[in-house]
DNA sequence: ACTGTGTGGGACATTTTGAGACCTGTATAG
DNA sequence: CTATACAGGTCTCAAAATGTCCCACACAGT
């Protein structure tokens, strides 16, 4: 069975919000004790009329009590504090990472779920559902959603749910043609997923991910595929996953050449068809129909998704000079890229 | 380490209520789809703006999803109902179980945490707390707390907490002399560390519990014992444990002929120096200074503490013809009394 | 002995939320 | 085609949450 406060954290997430608040409270006070109402506001970043509130609450329960000299804890307090410390840091904790992750990624927005994908395999569902609920998030009147693929896309359209909101058009496309791969990590197979789910229209992108220059320019010119690329390139919502560079170049079938830059060059991550090295610069690009650079720019909301230790370093470097975006990961990756600061 | 949910209810005490609405919401559903707000409102008896605001806010997290046809789950909303099911029969079937035990013990009140204090000592102090959450909700404006011995009440002493609000008087008084047993269950030891930790007054009666004739109508002279009874006989709280009859009379060493009429007589249950048999007449009645049984009809709110598998006849007992009281009990007991049901 | 700063707690205006009531357009079954 | 049941929008009012201010009191440093 999946644990209880997995299965709140659906049911109840507002709750666990005020549980997380009133945690907080209690633990700023065991180690701030005696403390009065205003300094500890302050220092909770809430203003002191809301403290208030929670701590008369919170005396009421018998947790802490009042006196002149400031508030403290009660014995049922402090044993609270001690007992809800691990349960919290699975709640909280990840809250923090969350927000040191932003800073030191420099992306506006990361959204973490508990665990490590590369050990569990549900961990990726959850990473799958928090990105559905960050494309719900994202809707607008008018939705052109964009998606690549692997086996993460594939885990949230796994998840994803009708999203039909009063009168808004929902249009998934593919942001990538097929690649020699399973079926069921192809972008077109996720989109389509993902469309049907969604309960929108979808386009798909019927050609080679990879491509010759001759092919390319005739493939380009072709009108049914011209059609689906606008679509890709005035895409609102782009969701896509992040690989480690080599595991994905041999994935393609790269030339020998590609694979010896790969290594000469310290390529480290892939997405969309860009090898980036540690710093985010671009040393490689596959010649490809499909979502280019530009249009991550041009989007209204970019949803990276990636997760697990492994990952780690590629997230890394993605982030380093990718666009402005939300960024979706677990536990197992989010610890690792934290530990070298 | 204690139960999750037990921690979320000194945090969040209606955490429960919030997650078994919800629940229930999804379990109706799960059998009614598809069904719409007003019919499935009024199946649940609930209004129907109300349900709304469950059912949008459970839309957006992707558990139930609208239809023009009504109402139905999702893949996620069925692994909620799927996977809380063992989790909300032991929260909504404690609270059944509460609503049976009202119902077939005829007391006002009945409070059940789970568990069995026979067999795990902790069992206890939840009495103990959910017992002092009682009392705190029986306050008024002056509060005389008459309490007996034992050690369920022990233990309510050891949960007891602040419980000043506003200007209320606090004070606690011995509902029993001294018994020839441990310290630590005596009602005066209970009393007085109750009234510290309440941070109240106390009055303790400084008396033998079993007297001759002779030396009762002499206490009941006496000037500093006439004026701790009348604290007793004006109580308005009253809080007791309940014993076995035949445990109760050995500890109170009493004599043979009782001991014989306790058998013969088939007592079952002792109650502040009250023998009762399975039909709830009283046998038999220890001469006794401190808590008579007409107190018991003047208090405002009186409230019985036992619990374990063991004592359930004697609740059962008790209950029959006791005054309208509030029930603390445990799993243990309640699942026993209900048997016969 | 006094003043300044921090404390809890009371009081009240204001804003925000929650819920009741009613309405509309639409899909579906009879 | 129509009757019905549906989701979803909107208006309104009361109640709860919050912002604002002030007071009496305790305590420490002067």
Redesign the pocket.
């Given at each position: 069975m999946e644990h209880l406060l997995d299965l709140q954290k659906r049911l109840i997430p507002d709750v666990l919000d005020i549980m997380s608040s009133r945690y907080r409270i209690l633990q700023s006070l065991h180690f701030l004790q005696?403390?009065?109402?205003?300094?500890?506001s302050s220092h909770l970043g809430m203003?002191?009329?809301?403290l208030?509130?929670e701590v008369?609450f919170l005396?009421q329960q018998g947790l802490i009590q009042?006196?002149?000299?400031?508030?403290y804890l009660t014995e049922n307090g402090e044993a609270i504090v001690k007992a809800l410390g691990t349960v919290m840091k699975n709640i909280s904790g990840l809250r923090n990472m969350e927000k040191q992750l932003e800073e030191v990624l420099g992306v506006s927005k990361v959204v973490i779920v508990s665990g490590d994908s590369d050990q569990y395999a549900t961990v990726k569902n959850e990473m799958g559902l928090a990105c559905v609920k960050e494309i719900e998030r994202a809707l607008g009147a008018i939705n052109i959603i964009a998606v690549t693929g692997g086996s993460t896309l594939a885990a949230v359209a796994e998840m994803m749910h009708p999203l039909r909101?009063?009168h808004q058009d929902l249009l998934f496309v593919s942001a990538r043609g097929g690649l020699g791969e399973r079926v069921e990590n192809q972008a077109n197979t996720i989109c389509a997923k993902m469309a049907e789910k969604a309960e929108g229209r979808y386009h798909l992108l019927h050609v080679p991910d990879q491509l010759s220059d001759e092919s390319y320019h005739s493939l380009m010119e072709e009108p049914s595929i011209h059609r689906v690329l606008q679509h890709v390139h005035r895409a609102t919502i782009i969701v896509h996953g992040i690989g480690d560079a080599k595991t994905m170049a041999i994935r393609r079938h790269s030339g020998e050449e590609i694979l010896k830059r790969v290594d000469t060059e310290h390529a480290v991550a892939e997405a969309f068809g860009y090898f980036f090295d540690q710093t985010g610069r671009v040393i490689h690009k596959v010649q490809t129909i499909g979502l280019q650079w530009e249009d991550l720019f041009g989007a209204h909301s970019v949803i990276a998704v990636a997760g697990g230790k492994s990952k780690a370093e590629a997230i890394q470097a993605y982030c380093k000079k990718g666009p402005d975006s939300v960024l979706i990961t677990d536990e197992g990756a989010a610890q690792e890229i934290l530990k070298n600061f």
């Open positions: 005696p403390i009065g109402r205003r300094s500890l203003t002191e009329r809301v208030r509130g008369t005396s009042m006196a002149s000299s400031g508030m909101k009063a």
